[in-house]
């Protein structure tokens, strides 16, 4: 699965995305997960416990194994990323600045 993201993404849109994504998941099993942020210019702060903690765990027991994340290019946007990853023990997940490292990287798993 690749989810491509744009914009800024307020805390309540980055939810109701994410649960999208868990659905699709449920829905349409799948191991892999490639996040693309490149075209993110803000993130969302009041979500990052629940994406770390929550989500991640929910997309564990959907049968997601790996989670590709490419990074936009925005500083503070790495940051929550970094963060949201830092709550998460449920899948394994890898940061890349391309898409391409990104989609290499999956291939190996």
């Not at 490149?38 to 993130?43: D, E, F, L, P, S």
């Not at 997601?64 to 940051?79: D, N």
């Amino acid at each position: 699965m690749i989810a491509e993201w744009s914009g800024f993404l307020s805390a309540a849109v980055a939810k109701i995305e994410c649960i999208r994504m868990l659905e699709c998941l449920q829905e349409h099993p799948v191991t892999k997960v490639l996040n693309c942020n490149k075209k993110v210019t803000g993130h969302y702060a009041g979500a990052i416990d629940w994406v770390g903690k929550v989500w991640f765990s929910e997309l564990q027991k959907a049968g997601l194994k790996y989670f590709a994340w490419v990074y936009s290019p925005e500083f503070y946007t790495q940051v929550g990323t970094d963060e949201v990853i830092s709550f998460n023990d449920s899948v394994s997940v890898e940061t890349f600045y391309s898409f391409e490292n990104a989609y290499q990287w999956l291939l190996t798993k």
